[in-house]
């Protein structure tokens, strides 16, 4: 079995989501938006289990995505059911509604063949800035030159900071599980630069232990709010401005369970 490979920024490309959706885009787009590993995501004040290949999602946001009517989102929906090639549970309520769809053989669409490069476009930060996915504009091996300007010892060369100044030894490792959670959850690394995501790894850092940073990154990437997961924000800056999001949450979960 040959595969082509995709990548989920294509998702977010403007060829992609400029005009109405056709049938089999439409398909191919749940498979952009299935999930790579099982995980839990809030839905109101309900915690939805989500296994690998299933999207959590409802019919209003498919609607408005894909630029149908929701009777015809629904009889799409329900002709992938008939050829069996996706299960549908609903969940009715004005907090908790909710249409959880699974890819049926899910596995089928995977491959461990080498991570393609995303492309270039909007998604990739052409425009807004707001992408999390590789583009053209930093080598990987600059990018390891870069981050080692926030982890070499004060006062050395490479390290770029006036000596007696002593760098955070959490910032690289912070920024290394980043880029392995990444690239484990959508294929190919991350458009790191170095420099910036040095700077935003210390805020993250900042009054947290690495455990604690190392959490945050854990939760976006795998669980993040509504609004970063509609829109694809997985970028370290994006796990940065929702960490108190993230810290509330998790309060009032541990509230719950008191």
Known sequence: M????????????????????????????LLLMAGYADRELMMGTTVVPLRQGEVLTSQVKLAK????????????????????????????????????????NWPIYQSNEKPPVALNGASDGASDGTSDYPSGGHSQEGNRKNLACDSAPAGSETSGKKPGKTPNPHVKPLIDYYHALFTGRFGSPP????????????????????????????????????????????????????????????????????
């Open 2 to 29: 040959s595969y082509v490979k995709i990548h989920r920024s294509l998702a977010n490309h403007p060829i992609w989501t400029k005009e109405r959706f056709t049938n089999g885009q439409a398909w191919v787009d």
């Open 65 to 104: 995505r894909w630029g149908w009517n929701r009777k015809t989102v629904a009889r799409f929906l329900a002709g992938l059911q008939r050829l069996n090639m996706v299960r549908i549970r609903s969940s009715k309520g004005t907090e908790t509604g909710f249409t959880l769809i699974g890819i049926v």
């Open 191 to 258: 458009p790191i630069n170095g420099l910036k995501s040095g700077a935003i790894a210390k805020k993250l850092l900042a009054g947290r232990t690495l455990d604690e940073a190392k959490w945050l990154v854990t939760e976006h990437l795998t669980n993040p709010p509504d609004f970063y997961e509609e829109k694809n924000l997985y970028g370290l800056e994006h796990v940065l401005a929702s960490a108190q999001t993230l810290l509330a949450r998790r309060a009032k979960l541990k509230g719950m369970d008191a």
